[in-house]
């Protein structure tokens, strides 16, 4: 079985530009998760998904920031412009639906904001 | 607020010698607990987690972890260190009341290195 897939797994972009990052759950896990980690910081939460509907997003850190999640399957996570603060470790990761189980993680696309 | 605490930045131990990597949390609610690794450029991969029960839950690659609730720990273990365990290891929180989000708050992290 495929684990959860993100691309790319590096991006350089110049501030003010758009990233768009992407990420492939596991089959079946109506759970998605966008995290990051910024700085060699802890690991920050974005938003949540269950199938297509964002139910938590009170980890976004502003306006810039645009997740989707069409028909349930994939995800894209846009920063549009991109700030230097922007720069950091994206994980996706992706759960079954029940709240005790575990969540399983991408390897992160690495963001640099220049 | 939920939080989680890994006072260690980095833990030394050498081959062969057991190890141990704390961590605390606090939650409002009930928590269930879990422990990921990070390998170098690798993402996060699950090593176990605590749910209910048994105080003592046992996970991959030899390691477990205790949940002592009136210490509010969850500390990760392993009897004999392996040079190959070095990495990112990082203690994560979710709270288990109904309403609440799903979401994970992790620990800063801790580097574990095991020296041969």
């Known amino acids: 079985e495929a684990g959860v897939t993100q691309f790319p797994s590096h991006s350089v972009i110049e501030k003010g530009q758009t990233v768009t990052l992407r990420c492939d759950p596991i089959s079946g896990h109506d759970n998605l998760y966008w995290y990051r980690r910024v700085m060699g910081k802890e690991i920050k939460f974005l938003l949540h998904f269950v199938k297509e509907s964002k139910q938590d997003e009170s980890g976004m850190p502003n306006n810039r920031f645009l997740a989707e999640r069409t028909g349930g399957t994939y995800s894209t996570l846009k920063v549009q412009p991109a700030e230097l603060e922007d720069s950091g470790v994206y994980f996706c990761?992706?759960?079954?639906?029940?709240?005790?189980?575990?969540?399983?993680f991408g390897q992160g696309t690495r963001l640099t904001v220049v | 607020a939920q939080s989680v605490a890994q006072p260690e930045d980095q833990v030394n131990v050498a081959e062969g010698n057991p190890l141990t990597v704390k961590c605390t949390y606090s939650v409002s609610g009930n928590p269930y607990l879990f422990w990921y690794v990070q390998y170098p450029n690798r993402g996060l991969q699950f090593l176990l987690k605590?749910?209910?029960?048994?105080?003592l839950v046992k996970g991959s690659y030899g390691f477990e972890a205790e949940f002592n609730k009136s210490q509010t720990s969850f500390h990760l273990k392993k009897p004999s260190a392996l040079v190959s365990d070095s990495a990112l290891y990082f203690c994560?929180?979710?709270?288990?009341?109904?309403?609440?989000?799903?979401?994970?708050?992790f620990g800063s992290g801790t580097r574990l290195l095991v020296r041969p």
């Open positions: 605590y749910i209910t029960g048994d105080n």
């Open positions: 990761a992706s759960s079954q639906a029940q709240r005790r189980t575990e969540a399983f």
């Open positions: 994560a929180v979710r709270d288990v009341r109904g309403d609440s989000s799903y979401k994970l708050i």
